[in-house]
């Protein structure tokens, strides 16, 4: 995977991953498993955000 490819699919996940979200906050937070993975996810979708900041300067026109 080239470095443009990375940034797109980060800027994309970045974008998306709070839609996961969604479902975890409506069924509640009831065990340290779901806290665990709502903590994951978020740190997850942070570093998506990082590596995909730059997103439109690398798209080939």
Request: charged share 5%; aromatic share 8%; no cysteine.
């Amino acid at each position: 995977m080239n470095q443009s490819s990375l940034t797109t699919v980060s800027f994309w996940a970045g974008a998306l991953l709070p839609l996961v979200y969604v479902p975890i906050l409506i069924t509640g937070i009831n065990s340290t498993s779901q806290f665990g993975l709502l903590v994951a996810l978020l740190a997850l979708n942070v570093a998506a955000l990082v590596l995909g900041h730059e997103y439109p300067e690398t798209r080939p026109r």
